[in-house]
């Protein structure tokens, strides 16, 4: 098993382009979830899924859109990218509750100039 | 008033002595407890979990959870360089909620 993958691993944009983070897992996870870490931060919640066609919103979830059409993956949509979304940003995914263990991705740093 | 609270640190211990990482947290009804490793550059790596009041130990490592006082702490027990990295304390209520992390530095 791959585990849970994140491309790209590093991505510098543009003040108002737009880009995809994408985010897979092989587990057959029901669970998946996005969140961003700021600098000597711990983990905010952007979004989160429970299940294929079902999203919601966490924490921080301005500035970002997010899909799940397969349990497998779950893409995050940056639109108008702003210098605030400079973080680096971490998908996991659970089994089918909070009672389990996350499994994370290796990251993806992203720096809007 | 923040879901879940740590000191930032730094913490720093002696190798092989003891160190002693807590995190307190708002809601009652929180279901679970997760403590995280994180080196620089990585992503969180899970250590322990608990979900009952009281002790679970895992190797060099023990959760304490007290429910009544809203707390949750991890013991490192015979500390070593490589357990330098910061932790993060995670609390679900339907969803993760995680604290800032403590930075832990172990002096060879």
């Known amino acids: 098993n791959a585990g849970v993958t994140q491309t790209p691993k590093f991505r510098i944009l543009k003040i108002g382009q737009s880009m995809t983070l994408q985010c897979a897992q092989d587990?057959?996870?029901?669970?998946m979830y996005w969140y961003r870490q700021d600098p000597g931060m711990g983990l905010k919640l952007i979004y989160y899924s429970v299940g294929a066609g079902i999203t919601d919103k966490g924490e921080v979830p301005n500035g970002y859109n997010v899909s799940r059409s397969t349990t497998e993956d779950f893409p995050l949509r940056l639109e108008l990218a702003a210098p605030s979304q400079t973080s680096v940003y971490f998908c996991?995914?659970?089994?089918?509750?909070?009672?389990?263990?996350?499994?994370f991705g290796p990251g993806t740093r992203l720096t809007v100039l | 008033q923040k879901e879940v609270e740590q000191n930032s640190g730094p913490l720093s211990v002696p190798e092989g002595a003891i160190a002693s990482l807590n995190c307190t947290y708002s809601?009652?009804?929180?279901?679970?407890f997760f403590w995280y490793r994180q080196y620089s550059g990585k992503s969180p790596e899970l250590i322990m979990f608990?979900?009952?009041?009281g002790d679970k130990e895992d190797g060099r490592f023990t959760a304490q959870l007290n429910k009544a006082s809203q707390y949750v702490s991890l013991l490192i027990r015979d500390s070593q360089p490589s357990d330098s990295a910061t932790y993060l304390c995670a609390v679900t209520r339907n969803q993760f909620y995680f604290g800032t992390g403590t930075s832990l530095t172990v002096i060879p």
């Open positions: 608990i979900y009952s009041n």
């Open positions: 996991a995914s659970i089994m089918d509750s909070v009672y389990n263990e996350q499994f």
């Open positions: 587990m057959n996870h029901n669970y």
């Open positions: 809601d009652r009804g929180s279901q679970s």
